[in-house]
C-alpha cells in the first residue's frame, strides 16, 4: 500500500529538549516536505527536499533542521524545541512539487 | 507573498443544503488542487483542475477554476454528514515559485 508514514503521532516535551520526528515514504517519491499546521494559519510549508541531500527551506524554517541522506525518509529535527512550537505537523510526499502531495497522519506536538 | 483566501472560514449547514466554498488569490497559478482533511489524518486529494474555466465534478462535488486562473469555487450539492471536514485549496506553479501554496481553509460541519 502506498503511503507516507509518521512518527510518533503524539508527542509532549519540554523546552529544550531535542526531538526528532520521522517521516518515510515507499512511493519513489522525489519531492518531500514537512508542513505545520495552525488553527486560523492553515498549512505552513517548514523545509522542503527535492531529492536525496538536497534541502530548502520553506515559509517557517526557523527553529527546525531536515536531513534527507534516503530518498524515502525526511526527518524532521528540533533541536531546542520551544512552545510557540506546538502543532499538528505533517510530511509529504509527492512525484513533483506540484503534483498531487502524498500525507502522512500528522504528528501532534505539545512543547511545555 | 503569494496567498490563497478561502471563505467562509467557517460553515455549518443541515444534511440536504447546498453550499460553495470560494478560494482566491490575485496571482495566476498554473494548477489548482482541493483537499480534504477528516479529523485525526492528513489531507486527501479531491480534485486536480489546470485549464482556466475547468469545471470537474466528483460525484456530488463539483470544483472549477477561474477563467483567470487566480481563483476557484467548490459547490456540494445535497451536503452529508460524511462531507464533513476540513477544505483546503493549494495552487501550484505561481510567479516566481515551483511550490505548492495552501489556503486557509474551510472547515464543514454537516449535521444530520
Known amino acids: 500500500e502506498a503511503q507516507v508514514t509518521q512518527n510518533p503521532r503524539y508527542l509532549i516535551t519540554v523546552t529544550g529538549k531535542k526531538l526528532t520526528v520521522t517521516c518515510s515514504q515507499n512511493m519513489n517519491h522525489e519531492y518531500m516536505s514537512w508542513y505545520r499546521q495552525d488553527p486560523g494559519l492553515g498549512l505552513r510549508q517548514i523545509y522542503y527536499s527535492m531529492n536525496v541531500e538536497v534541502t530548502d527551506k520553506g515559509d517557517v524554517p526557523e527553529g527546525y533542521k531536515v536531513s534527507r541522506k534516503e530518498k524515502r525518509n525526511f526527518p524532521l529535527i528540533l533541536e531546542s524545541p520551544s512552545p510557540n512550537q506546538t502543532s499538528l505537523y505533517f510530511c509529504?510526499?509527492?512525484?513533483?512539487?506540484?503534483?498531487?502531495?502524498?500525507f502522512g497522519p500528522g504528528t501532534r506536538l505539545t512543547v511545555t | 507573498t503569494q496567498l490563497l483566501e478561502q471563505s467562509p472560514q467557517f460553515l455549518s449547514i443541515q444534511e440536504g443544503e447546498n453550499l460553495t466554498v470560494y478560494c482566491n488569490s490575485s496571482?495566476?497559478?498554473?494548477?489548482l488542487q482541493w483537499y480534504r482533511q477528516e479529523p485525526g489524518e492528513g489531507p486527501v486529494l479531491l480534485v486536480t483542475?489546470?485549464?482556466?474555466?475547468e469545471v470537474k465534478k466528483l460525484k456530488r462535488l463539483t470544483f472549477q477554476f477561474g477563467d483567470a486562473r487566480k481563483d476557484s469555487s467548490l459547490h456540494i450539492t445535497a451536503a452529508q454528514p460524511g462531507d464533513t471536514g476540513l477544505y483546503l485549496c493549494?495552487?501550484?506553479?505561481?510567479?516566481?515559485?515551483?511550490?505548492?501554496?495552501f489556503g486557509t481553509g474551510t472547515r464543514l460541519q454537516v449535521f444530520p
Open positions: 496571482s495566476v497559478f498554473s494548477s
Open positions: 483542475v489546470v485549464t482556466g474555466g
Open positions: 493549494a495552487g501550484g506553479g505561481g510567479y516566481n515559485t515551483d511550490k505548492l501554496i
Open positions: 509529504a510526499s509527492s512525484l513533483k512539487w506540484t503534483y498531487e502531495q502524498y
